[in-house]
């Protein structure tokens, strides 16, 4: 037997029984559509004896024929099943039978798999009554024998208790129930409720007790995990401090020796599921089993052992979800449980989150190999500058979590533990970080609206231009969730058909002819009120949200589409200009975007304007100049909007393929009575020298054209001439407009 089994101390059975089953070999099923499968395991398993009795192979290559074998011999001991067959869920099919049509409740069942990742889920094994898996890989000659002859001990006492003892159901459903137990402790405290049922012992006289420290460590000393009566304070404890030197010893003899102990008044079970899952139960009989005691309670270790190991597997999966693997903190759901916590509770904690500035650069730059190193080294400082009541956690990659008292979690104190820089290898990184923090944990319904409050802040914190931390209140969440609204309905209003794009005139100063039309988004309203939203409230949230793109694109069809009806009216030469989002610029799909438009409304690319403001052209002057130039060769019209209001160098600003500089109507509306035109005068002046034209926004009195028109501005557009209109109006407007 290999030490993954349980080890029995007494390995008779009653004579009644051995002498009925001496000579009847034991049947064993071998189900897989492989024929490597049948032949290895006939060559391992033959002329093997376990107890006394051989092995008899049944042998089936589908579901179809394990259903003939198994109806043919309902007296099947072990049913080696494949997991994937004709079908992923052909050995859970054939589990399924076994147990529910057929009811063979005693045969023992073992799913073999050849890939790890098919190996079934705890609730699975559960659901379906099986009693072990393995991958085929683990099943080497030693192991395919020890666990057969596992199942065929556990088949043999199940047969034996099935004939002679009302026990079986008590076991089965306490191994059902054991196996719903996530914890050690759980699991420990279920079986100490069960043995007591089982045997009618009092729960004064057991002790349950593992091998190794209780958060996993390496620690070979027994420590107390459940107990009950008089021992119950000694839980959490080392084995040791039990005034009872009989248990004590008791447990440690059969810990060391790696079996039962039966003595005269007491028994100790030994359970181990792995090298290192060892365990021990003490129980206070006062008086030596029966002989019909000993193959029960077997039974009943050999369904704990199960559980065991289930559950030590459980506690490392769950130790998985909860915390970061690189810097052993807590994770983002553990951060909200832990927020959970202190919710409606503590009203002098506060809770942070804390992003480290230009993060991306440092991982980007150096490699992703540095880049943990130094996240580790930052998680490291959090543990030892801050005192242990604070809670800490990794939340997102470059974002730590802090939870304590606000004595230590206060933007001063935190902004300290960042001063000095952070030492990784060869490197010395300073470094900067943008906090959010919440305090009034208590006002919070749960740790995620916690979350969200602290997120908000930081986000606040982020687009400040000198702050480094924000706190959260109340309207900074009024104003996002107002934004959310805004873009919730707009989105939906998009996608119903009910935005609307307006046209405005755009008109020759020198001649005073139409030479064009801007495009422009609207959003009205249900026809009782005028627009939801205006176009410097939406266009915005529309950017920050990402449907930008989207609009965008419609935009641009629409206008095009536009012009074709505007050239089949005999308006041909009219161009239309549609503004592009920087949003669009990053999307690779841009130029294939105005190509189709272009070519499905037979379009001239030279009468498409495309509009970009200042800021975008600034900004990312490589992402935009690589479009410019692919939109030049195609024939399209390049124009800077809102040009003077952003920051430009002049520079930058030639090395830009543009036709037009567009100037802001806040400095057309200076050009009045009293007062001069200076900033307009400038970006003509601009525009002559670079030999682009020019177009002024907001014209709405004749003084301001003719100043305009003075000092050779080309183009204007505004109230003067006319308002934007709906697409509707266009064609009787232009007739209105040229009989003038």
Known sequence: MTDELIQFINDTESPDIRQAIQVLPWKILVVDDDHEVHNTTQFVLRDQYVFGRPLCLLHAYSGLEAHKHLREHPDIAVALLDVVMETE?????LVEYIRDELKLTECRIILRTGQPGYAPELA???????????????????????????????????????????GLELIVGAAADLMEQHAISG??????????????????????????????????????????????????????????????SAILASVSQGQHQFGTDYTVLYLKAAPHQEAAIFLDTEQALTALDRPLLEVFVAN?????????????????????????????????????????TQVDTVAALLDIDHFTDLNDGLGQDIGNMFLVAVAARLRTRLGPECRLARVGADVFGVLGPESQVNATNLLALFHDPFEVGEYQFPVTITMGLCR?????????????????????????LSAHYEYYLAEMEDNTRWRVEVIRHLRQDFQSGKLRVWYQPQIALATGAVTGFEALV??????????????????????????IIQIGVWVLEQACAQYAQLAAAG??????????????????????????????????????????????????????????????QLGVQIAIDDFGTGYSSL??????????????????????????????????????????DSIAEGVETLEQAGFLRGLGCTTAQGYLYAPPMPAEQLNEWLRQYTKK
């Open 440 to 464: 009034n944990l208590d006002n919070a319904d749960s740790g995620i609206t916690l979350l969200k409050r602290i997120n908000i802040a930081l986000n606040r914190a982020k687009r400040s």
């Open 571 to 632: 308006f041909g030469s009219l161009k239309m200009a549609v503004n592009v989002s920087m949003a669009q610029f990053r999307k690779a799909d841009l130029l294939e975007k105005v190509v189709y438009a272009l070519e499905h409304y037979q379009m001239p690319p030279s009468l498409l304007e495309l509009e970009i403001t200042e800021s975008i052209a600034m900004d990312e002057p490589k992402v935009v100049l690589q479009s410019l130039e692919a939109l030049k």
């Open 89 to 93: 869920q052909a050995g859970l099919d």
């Open 522 to 547: 609207r959003w009205p309203g249900d026809g009782t009120r005028g627009f939801i939203q205006p176009p410097d409230v939406f266009i915005p949230l529309a950017e920050y949200s990402g449907l």
């Open 187 to 248: 699991l420990a405290e279920g079986v100490l409720t069960q043995l007591t049922a089982l045997f009618k012992l009092p729960l004064d006289g057991i002790v349950c007790t593992q091998k190794g420290a209780l958060s996993g460590g390496d620690d070979q000393h027994c420590y107390v995990v459940s107990a009950a009566g008089r021992y119950a304070r000694y839980i959490a404890q080392p084995l040791e401090t039990l005034p009872d030197r009989r248990i004590v």
């Open 651 to 692: 520079g930058q600003l030639q090395s830009l393929p543009i036709d037009c500089l567009k100037i802001d109507r806040s400095f057309v509306s200076e050009i009045q009575q009293g007062k001069g035109g200076m900033y307009a005068e400038t970006i003509v002046g601009l525009s002559q020298k670079l030999r682009v």
């Open 304 to 344: 704990i052992a199960a559980c065991f190991r289930n559950v030590k597997l459980v506690e490392r999966l769950n130790y998985i979800a909860y915390h970061d693997p690189l810097t052993q903190l807590p994770n983002r759901l553990q951060f909200i449980a832990d927020l959970d916590t202190v919710a409606q």
């Open 124 to 166: 699975v094994i559960h659901e379906y009554d099986i009693n072990d898996y393995r991958t085929k890989a683990e099943l080497t000659h030693t192991r395919l024998i020890s666990t057969v002859s596992a199942a065929l001990r556990s088949y043999q006492q199940l047969y034996a208790i099935a004939q002679n003892r009302r």
